[in-house]
């Protein structure tokens, strides 16, 4: 839950209540005369969706062989899947 600071209190103390948003987690509404105008709190963290080929070029890539490998796995196991006979845990 964030904790409600007055806009004046963060100005005064700003690297503060940031230090505490960076290194704490800590989130706080900020309000000017009893009336909420603004969140400060941490940013998620992860990546973003424009970094994703970046990523993904960086990632170690199969060999031929080892493709056809995986392919072969794959096509055997949905067809085990397909032979496999459905239990329905709901009848008694």
Known sequence: MAQTLSVTEVARHFAEYINRVSYRGESFVLVRGNKPVAELR?????????????????????????????????????QALARAEVHDPWRS
Request: charged content about 25%; proline content about 11%.
């Open 42 to 78: 941490p940013l998620p963290a992860g990546k973003r969706l424009g970094e994703l080929p970046a990523l993904l070029a960086s990632l170690p890539h199969l060999s031929s062989a080892e493709a056809d490998e995986l392919a072969d796995d794959l096509t055997a196991a949905r």
